[in-house]
């Protein structure tokens, strides 16, 4: 899939739209999710246009996708969810339900999640969801 240059994550990063910003560094920006799942919930983005984790594992330089990661690490830290715990996930494509085509990590915290994807995924009731 070609990169929407006019999808929302982009805006963000471009300043068009406001988030919530929990971290940034050069390679990374983690803000709250507009509509969240749990507790704490995080989405922590590239500064590049990647579509998919697929996308961005083979086409970002390496600098890049090292910070990524740094950067998903870090911002589980400074949420202060390292010690109880939390999830990411990141959905790629239609069996994913990814609505957002620029790459991104949830992060999930703040309450026992539950097993993944037993019934839902974080740890409320019934199939679907995340
Ligand atoms: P996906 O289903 O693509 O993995 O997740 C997209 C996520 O982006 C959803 O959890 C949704 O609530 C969140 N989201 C969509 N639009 C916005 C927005 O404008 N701002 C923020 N902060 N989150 C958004």
Do not use: W
């Amino acid at each position: 899939m070609a990169y929407d240059e006019n999808n929302i994550f982009a805006k963000i990063l471009r300043d068009e739209i406001p988030c919530k910003k929990v971290y940034e560094d050069d390679f990374a920006l983690a803000f709250h999710d507009i509509n969240p799942q749990a507790p704490v919930h995080v989405l922590v983005i590239p500064k590049g246009p990647y579509v998919s984790m697929a996308d961005f594992t083979a086409h970002a330089p390496d600098d890049l996708v090292a910070g990524f990661m740094r950067a998903v690490g870090k911002t589980a830290e400074e949420l202060g969810l390292a010690e109880d715990g939390y999830r990411t996930l990141a959905n790629a494509g239609e069996n994913a339900h990814q609505e957002v085509p620029h790459l991104h990590i949830h992060i999930f915290g703040g309450k026992p999640l539950g097993p993944m994807l037993v019934g839902h995924a974080l740890g409320g009731e019934g199939p679907g969801g995340y």
